[in-house]
């Protein structure tokens, strides 16, 4: 079946260190991979994806490349900033019958100080 | 954004009742809406897929009759949790998606999630 594994947490950094978060998945098929974030008291929300091998999902700093050979979807921030700190979500979709329907995994908690 | 509300945000019951949790997307038709339950610590689980009209799809291992799931329109879905046990207690959260024609991927967008705790 699907899987997804992050690497466990807390993640815990100071203002403008270098962020990886491990993502590996395990999927028959081509998944769609995702990276949602949670704040405080909020809802999950969508921070980059990627539908294909090689795709790089990036979106306000934040970079993932869709490694097929590898089934990885590591996130990865250059400079992070106290307003990063949140819950960091992998996911992955089948597609197909399964369309829409997301696998996660376990959640990384990442708290930056300044 | 789309916004996903959901009602109540938390809520405690005695064991042996029933609590009925809302899920509306504000500012769009959701003709999809899935429900998931996260454990603490641990990842969300998908409990089920919800298509305005028609009967919800449960994930294997997940009680129909104890999770009960209506969704009578394009912005409403809600799980009704039947004769609540302390084991029930959790997170539940909601997203909602809108189907596209191309038939591609549309972006779920979340509610900030209910927690249950049933004493």
């Known amino acids: 079946g699907n899987s997804v594994t992050q690497m466990e947490g807390p993640v815990t950094l100071s203002e403008e260190a270098f962020l990886t978060i491990n993502c590996t998945y395990t999927?028959?098929?081509?998944?769609?991979l995702f990276w949602y974030v949670q704040y405080p008291g909020e809802g999950l929300q969508l921070l980059l994806k990627?539908?294909?091998?090689?795709d790089k999902g990036s979106n306000k700093g934040f970079e993932a490349t869709y490694r097929k050979e590898t089934t990885s979807f590591h996130l990865e921030k250059g400079s992070v900033q106290v307003s990063d700190s949140a819950v960091y979500f992998c996911?992955?979709?089948?597609?197909?019958?399964?369309?829409?329907?997301?696998?996660f995994g376990q959640g990384t908690i990442l708290t930056v100080h300044p | 954004g789309a916004v996903v509300s959901q009602h109540p945000s938390w809520v405690i019951c005695k064991s042996g009742t029933s609590v009925k949790i809302e899920c509306r997307s504000l500012?769009?038709?959701?003709?999809?809406m899935f429900w998931y339950r996260q454990f603490p610590k641990q990842s969300l689980m998908l409990m089920a897929t919800?298509?305005?009209?028609?009967?919800?799809?449960?994930e294997q291992g997940v009680e129909k009759d104890k999770f009960l799931i209506n969704h009578a329109s394009l912005t409403l879905s809600t799980l009704t949790v039947t004769s609540a046990h302390p084991e029930d207690s959790s997170f539940y959260i909601c997203?909602?998606?809108?189907?596209?024609?191309?038939?591609?991927?549309?972006?779920?967008?979340f509610g900030p999630g209910t927690r249950l705790t049933v004493l």
């Open positions: 996911a992955l979709n089948r597609g197909g019958t399964s369309y829409g329907k997301l696998t």
């Open positions: 997203s909602a998606s809108v189907s596209s024609l191309r038939g591609v991927y549309n972006e779920q967008f």
């Open positions: 919800s298509n305005e009209g028609s009967k919800a799809t449960y």
């Open positions: 500012d769009f038709q959701a003709t999809t």
């Open positions: 990627a539908t294909k091998a090689d």
């Open positions: 999927a028959t098929g081509y998944p769609s």
